[in-house]
Every structure is written in structure tokens, then in C-alpha cells.
């Protein structure tokens, strides 16, 4: 899957211009339309935002993101997914999302861990 460093909102706005509106009144709609479109995906404990790629097509994901270097990488963990969509079901509860939210330390060579 992807990894890379997850951007703000006008950052990941700056990287994608020509697409959207980016005056303020109108970048977080804007990134609602992105993220309902698939072509980013918000990294909720961060409140950022990762690009998608080409070919990146998986719906349940969850984020691996270093507490070092910020790098996030995405995963597909569409299995346990499912498993979690059932059980919400079979609770009677509404699923609207799921976000699966990992830190740790990645294993780019550049990254040390500053406490080691
Ligand atoms: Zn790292």
C-alpha cells in the first residue's frame, strides 16, 4: 500500500491545486468532496490528510503512523473489516466508519528512534 507524510488541509490543498476551491470558506468542503471522491483519505487522530493513489482501491484500511518521523503508511485490513462490520451489525449498530489508528516506530533507515 502507500506511506507517505500526512499533510494538513491547506498543505494537501497546495499539492492538488486545480482541483476544487482553495480560499478558506470553502477548503474543508472541499476536502469533504476529496475524501467522498477517494482521492484522499483523512488520518483522524492527526487531523490530516494522506493522497490516494492509483490502484488504491481498498475501503477498510488502517493507518501505521511513526511517532518519530510522522510517515504514514496505509494497510488493508479488509478481512478484519468485515469482521468488525458484522459485529456492528449484529449489535443493531449503524456503522458509518471505521478508522484503525497504529503508532510505533517505522523502519526507513533514516528514522532512529530518539529515545534509543
Ligand atoms: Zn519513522
Not at 477517494?38 to 493513489?53: D, E, I, N, T
Not at 478481512?79 to 523502519?107: H, M, R, W, Y
Amino acid at each position: 500500500m502507500e506511506s507517505g507524510q500526512p499533510l494538513g488541509a491547506y498543505e494537501l490543498l497546495e499539492t492538488m491545486k486545480g482541483v476544487g476551491s482553495q480560499k478558506p470558506p470553502t477548503v474543508y468542503r472541499t476536502l469533504d468532496w476529496l475524501t467522498k471522491m477517494g482521492l484522499v483519505r483523512r488520518v483522524a487522530s492527526l487531523s490530516k490528510f494522506v493522497a490516494r493513489h492509483a490502484g488504491d482501491d481498498c475501503d477498510d484500511v488502517a493507518y501505521l503512523l511513526c511517532r518519530n518521523c510522522g510517515q504514514a503508511r496505509v494497510v488493508d485490513i479488509a478481512p478484519f473489516g468485515q469482521v468488525l462490520s458484522e459485529t456492528a451489525q449484529s449489535l443493531n449498530f449503524k456503522q458509518e466508519d471505521i478508522v484503525i489508528e497504529v503508532t510505533g516506530l517505522c523502519d526507513r533507515k533514516d528514522c532512529r528512534d530518539p529515545l534509543s
